[in-house]
T-cell receptor, first 115, second 111 residues
Framework: NAGVTQTPKFRVLKTGQSMTLLCAQD?????MYWYRQDPGMGLRLIHY???????AKGEVPDGYNVSRLKKQNFLLGLESAAPSQTSVYFC??????????????FGSGTQLSVL | QKEVEQDPGPLSVPEGAIVSLNCTYS??????FMWYRQYSRKGPELLMY????GNKEDGRFTAQVDKSSKYISLFIRDSQPSDSATYLC???????????FGKGTRLHILP
């Protein structure tokens, strides 16, 4: 079972460059999330989606955009990368059925460095 | 004040000891409380899930929630070196779909 797959696993960008991180899940989950994880800061929610075609802002949305055109995919975009966006990015998904919403399945992460 | 506070550690304990990990929170609307475990260079995985107040036990792990004090705990009995990881508490409510995490506590179990 693939679960949640993130691509790429590693990326180095120069300041001002743009890129898109792709998250794909094969569990037919309604909910999808993008988090960033920084040393001493824990996991912080960037954006999330409660279904195909919907997105919402999390705790730290500035500088990021997202799209959920297909139920299985959730894209995170950086239009103009900044060094402050150097981080490990995690995608997660969960079912919307009852208490299963809180059971997040995480991908293995994307290490992004912005120089 | 952050919504969820968690001591980042690191916490080092000898093998076989009882480990206590804690989080405090400020949002009284939180009703769902989770503990995730994260091994180095891996994504977090759900360890324990509790709704509202009370205790929940699963093998060597016990989760406690005290909503009156806005305080949750995770206890690990007979700790093993394989328990060495970062433990993150997480919380959510019925009003929105956000799941908020603590900073995580790094735990080292010494053989």
């Amino acid at each position: 079972n693939a679960g949640v797959t993130q691509t790429p696993k590693f990326r180095v960008l120069k300041t001002g460059q743009s890129m898109t991180l792709l998250c794909a899940q094969d569990m037919n989950h309604e909910y999808m999330y993008w988090y960033r994880q920084d040393p001493g800061m824990g996991l912080r929610l960037i954006h999330y989606s409660v279904g195909e075609g919907t997105t919402a802002k999390g705790e730290v949305p500035d500088g990021y955009n997202v799209s959920r055109l297909k139920k299985q995919n959730f894209l995170l975009g950086l239009e103009s990368a900044a060094p402050s966006q150097t981080s490990v990015y995690f995608c997660a998904s969960s079912s919307d059925r009852g208490t299963r919403r809180e059971k997040l399945f995480f991908g293995s992460g994307t290490q992004l460095s912005v120089l | 004040q952050k919504e969820v506070e968690q001591d980042p550690g690191p916490l080092s304990v000898p093998e076989g000891a009882i480990v206590s990990l804690n989080c405090t929170y400020s949002n009284s609307a939180f009703q769902y409380f989770m503990w995730y475990r994260q091994y180095s260079r891996k994504g977090p995985e759900l360890l324990m899930y509790t709704y509202s107040s009370g205790n929940k036990e699963d093998g060597r792990f016990t989760a406690q929630v005290d909503k009156s004090s806005k305080y949750i705990s995770l206890f690990i009995r007979d700790s093993q070196p394989s328990d060495s990881a970062t433990y993150l508490c997480a919380m959510s409510n019925n009003r929105d779909d956000k799941i908020i995490f603590g900073k995580g506590t790094r735990l080292h179990i010494l053989p």
